[in-house]
């Protein structure tokens, strides 16, 4: 399969099947425990990709970004295939851009018992998306936090000014998947997209204009390396664009910690 076709509205890319990409991609499994990639919300209409995440443990789930109201129906849909949305216990908000959480209000509609994690910073702009039930909220302090799912303890880790101020990662130690939001975002052309990352140093292409203008600096981008640095990471998983897997994980993190962005290049955005 080359570069981007069009078959009954659905996009396909390399690497991934027209079935995969309507009913999700298990990412990882075992016998009590999913992780698995919703989609490809995508629709060659301007909009910026968005990937959706879900973990399935027990009989408990969380989502993870589940986007905006164009890909609320594909994305219910889609989880209604791994789990019941009673199931659901948590929607996970990396933060607080509108193809992350612009959805709200339907999500929280269709899944009774679920709670909204989000950064403490965002509590008061979530009403904004149309839900206004805070008791249904748990904010997450800026350190981060562990929950808990039926056999599972996933960690959020700080990812501050990457590129949002109140933002964060989740890392799941089961599977050894770090959800990184809009951090390792790419950005590629219709005529080459592909699923997983191969060819690392031609895929820095499609991710540097988007980290060098969107995340603070190069000092902050070290602080989150050192953190997920400590973890175990066989899969990076982004918010847009192409997962990284394997030796990609290391080449990722090395090339991140190294690039000049935000207000290293401030003289540049202004053309000073």
């Known amino acids: 399969?080359?570069?981007?076709?069009?078959?009954?509205?659905?996009?396909?890319?390399?690497?991934?099947?027209?079935?995969?990409?309507?009913?999700?991609?298990?990412?990882?499994?075992?016998?009590?425990?999913?992780?698995?990639?919703?989609?490809?919300?995508?629709?060659?209409?301007?909009?910026?990709?968005?990937?959706?995440?879900?973990?399935?443990?027990?009989?408990?789930?969380?989502?993870?970004?589940?986007?905006?109201?164009?890909v609320f129906p594909h994305v219910i849909t889609t989880v209604s295939r791994y789990i019941p949305l009673d199931k659901i216990k948590y929607l996970f908000y990396s933060h607080q851009d509108p193809d992350v959480s612009?959805?709200?209000?339907?999500?929280?509609?269709?899944?009774?018992?679920?709670?909204?994690?989000?950064?403490?910073?965002?509590?008061?702009?979530?009403?904004?998306?149309?839900?206004t039930d805070v008791n249904r909220i748990e904010t997450i302090p800026d350190k981060g936090m562990d929950f808990n799912l039926s056999r599972t303890t996933l960690k959020i880790i700080p990812a501050h000014f990457l590129h949002s101020e109140g933002n964060f990662s989740l890392y799941d130690p089961r599977a050894k998947i770090l959800f990184s939001g809009d951090i390792g975002a790419s950005v590629m052309p219709d005529e080459d997209l592909y699923f997983e990352v191969e060819n690392f140093e031609k895929h820095t292409r499609y991710m540097e204009w988007f980290h060098r203008r969107y995340m603070k600096g190069n000092d902050v981008l070290r602080k989150w390396v050192s953190i997920v640095r400590r973890f175990e990471i066989n899969i990076i998983a982004p918010q847009h664009g192409a997962i990284m897997s394997g030796e990609n994980v290391k080449k990722f993190l090395n090339w991140l910690e190294n690039l000049r962005c935000g207000g290293d290049i401030i003289d540049e955005i202004y053309g000073t």
Not at 13 to 36: A, P, Q, T
């Open 1 to 70: 399969m080359n570069g981007l076709q069009q078959k009954g509205g659905v996009v396909d890319m390399r690497g991934i099947s027209k079935d995969e990409m309507e009913k999700g991609k298990v990412l990882y499994s075992d016998k009590d425990h999913k992780f698995i990639w919703l989609g490809w919300s995508y629709k060659k209409s301007g909009e910026f990709q968005a990937n959706q995440f879900l973990i399935v443990d027990g009989d408990e789930g969380v989502l993870l970004d589940p986007g905006g109201v164009h």
């Open 102 to 131: 612009s959805g709200i209000g339907l999500f929280m509609n269709v899944c009774p018992n679920v709670k909204i994690l989000i950064s403490r910073l965002w509590l008061r702009f979530v009403p904004h998306f149309g839900f």
